[in-house]
């Protein structure tokens, strides 16, 4: 493993994504992406992360551990453009909190417009926590 000038470990694999932009994934954690690429891969449709890591974003979750993956509705073209039949947004939380537990998240909030996904080793774990999106 690589010796970083300030003394820090160099990261073994930086995370390239097939499905999130450069913007999205940035600042995130590396471990938290590479689950959630795993996730996006099986769930199938496209995920539009409306929360990280972002500092200034009031919606920031201030860590580098934590996501939010914004619900689509019935009517948004995401569904047709993709070729995919649209789903509910009981359906999708349910598709990312099952698939999201296999692939190893223990932390999940099921909100009423997205779901957060999070890897915190310092919070409660074997959470699901439920709410409605602000
Ligand atoms: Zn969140």
Redesign the pocket.
């Known amino acids: 493993m690589e010796i970083q000038v300030d003394g820090t470990q160099k990261e073994e694999t930086k995370f390239k994504s097939q499905y999130f932009t450069t913007e999205e994934v940035e600042e995130l954690s590396s471990d938290l992406m590479w689950k959630l690429e795993d996730v996006r891969g099986e769930c199938g449709w496209p995920f539009k992360i409306n929360?990280g890591y972002r500092p200034g974003d009031p919606n920031s979750?201030g860590d580098r551990e934590?996501v939010?993956i914004k619900l689509w509705k019935w009517s948004d073209p995401v569904w047709k453009e993709n070729g995919l039949k649209p789903m509910s947004f009981g359906q999708q939380r349910q598709r990312i909190h099952d698939v999201a537990r296999k692939y190893g998240f223990n932390r999940i909030?099921l909100e009423s417009r997205h779901c957060?996904l999070d890897i915190s080793k310092r919070l409660p774990q074997n959470v699901t926590f439920i709410g409605v999106s602000r």
């Open positions: 929360s979750h934590a939010d909030g957060h």
